[in-house]
């Protein structure tokens, strides 16, 4: 899984998708949340992601270079059959939000 | 615990706060976690916060009216001595990344 990508300086955008969803086995949401991921990592301008799930709420943040390469992930075609499947299916409710980046800074402890 | 709060129209701005930490029960880090999303409501300009960890990873986004709301709250002085504590004892490693929101929507799916 994803998580705490090298990211290039700002500015570049970022995606926050949070979610509730009824958790059903076997509904085929694993699957398709692990190709979409593939999926992106494919696109133009995708620069990385971090994700999270606990206590029924997942946390979501995709990184992109540009409006314009979240603009032409979103109308992916195999991307906006998912997001249908997720509005009809997996998800409770959910939040998206487009942000750009101003600045950045991380931490690694010394050992 | 927060999670998909209700927000006004953009703008606004998101902290976006992934971590990994050593998970050491009796370390001080929850009740610590816990005791700052606390302080944090009380802050001028606090508009809510999302936050899950799985697979070591912590992803919190927290959303502020104004850079100005979010200077406040990094300088807060039970805050700062918490950033010094996480630093030197509960994250290996952690990024912030601050960002303005440009747009946000939802979706609740239909009974």
């Known amino acids: 899984m994803g998580g705490m990508p090298v990211l290039p300086e700002p500015p570049y955008w ?13 509904d085929g949401y694993e699957e398709t949340a692990a190709r979409m991921f593939d999926l992106a990592r494919e696109q133009p301008g995708f620069l990385g992601y971090d994700t999270a ?12 270079e540009s409006e314009e390469s979240i603009a032409a992930w979103k109308a992916q075609a195999e991307h906006a059959a998912a997001q249908r499947e997720g509005r009809a299916r997996w998800y409770d409710v959910y939040d998206l939000k487009v942000a750009r980046v101003e600045r950045a800074y991380g931490h690694t402890r010394e050992p």
């Not at 970022?14 to 076997?26: D, H, K, L, M, Y």
């Not at 206590?55 to 990184?63: A, F």
């Open 14 to 26: 970022a995606v926050i998708f949070t979610s509730r969803r009824n958790e059903q086995p076997g």
């Open 53 to 64: 799930r606990s206590d029924g709420l997942g946390v979501t943040v995709c990184y992109w």
